[in-house]
T-cell receptor
Framework: RKEVEQDPGPFNVPEGATVAFNCTYS??????FFWYRQDCRKEPKLLMS???SGNEDGRFTAQLNRASQYISLLIRDSKLSDSATYLC????????FGTGTRLQVFP | GAVVSQHPSRVICKSGTSVKIECRSL??????MFWYRQFPKQSLMLMAT?????????EQGVEKDKFLINHASLTLSTLTVTSAHPEDSSFYIC?????????????FGPGTRLTVL
């Protein structure tokens, strides 16, 4: 089993929609995770850290479910500019990336 | 957030030549930097962990003699692709770990697009 797994999508949603992505992890001892955003042909940029109590930043909410070993990213009121690939990143000494989930927001 | 630079941003070279890519942390000291490679429509794959003042740690399947890593200072790591071949064409991205006040965060450089003819 891969250390970090994501649904590659794509998720096609209209503007204003709420969309959620999940990411499963295999290492039950993991303490912290991250969501990165990557635009086409660009480097990943840190979107949010996810700690044990979760995290909320504006329209974005990240949650950690230890029992089921997954983290989620919820985007409310989607904007066209949210279109990107969202990468779930594992919590080891070195960052292990999921394959990413492609989000396309349409007008 | 912290800034990490990479140079060059794009390079085209002939098969058999060597290419050096620099990764710099501009406003923090990074004892650890990471080198990733990303092929089109694929995820980032960690190639190696670069530790200041010591040898790099390579991931399984990455040839250390082909991808030379040097981390001579707390703000600079270099990746040299030796005797490059067309299959080495890829997007190479470095990241630097910033210990920070609130815990480790990794910041990425803008990437280097390598094309080997």
């Amino acid at each position: 089993r891969k250390e970090v797994e994501q649904d590659p999508g794509p998720f096609n949603v209209p503007e204003g929609a709420t969309v959620a992505f999940n990411c499963t992890y295999s290492n039950s001892a993991s303490q912290s995770f991250f969501w990165y955003r990557q635009d086409c042909r660009k480097e990943p940029k840190l979107l949010m850290s996810v700690y044990s109590s979760g995290n909320e930043d504006g329209r974005f909410t990240a949650q950690l479910n230890r029992a089921s070993q997954y983290i989620s990213l919820l985007i409310r009121d989607s904007k066209l500019s949210d279109s990107a690939t969202y990468l779930c990143v594992g919590p080891t000494d070195k960052l292990i990336f999921g394959t990413g989930t492609r989000l396309q927001v349409f007008p | 957030g912290a800034v990490v630079s990479q140079h060059p941003s794009r390079v085209i070279c002939k098969s058999g030549t060597s290419v050096k890519i620099e990764c710099r942390s501009l406003d923090f000291q990074a004892t650890t930097m990471f080198w990733y490679r990303q092929f089109p429509k694929q995820s980032l794959m960690l190639m190696a962990t670069s530790n200041e003042g010591s040898k790099a740690t390579y991931e399984q399947g990455v040839e250390k003699d082909k991808f030379l890593i040097n981390h001579a200072s707390l703000t600079l790591s270099t990746l040299t692709v030796t005797s490059a071949h067309p299959e080495d064409s890829s997007f190479y991205i470095c990241s630097a770990r910033d210990p920070g006040v609130y815990g480790d965060t990794q910041y990425f450089g803008p990437g280097t697009r390598l094309t080997v003819l």
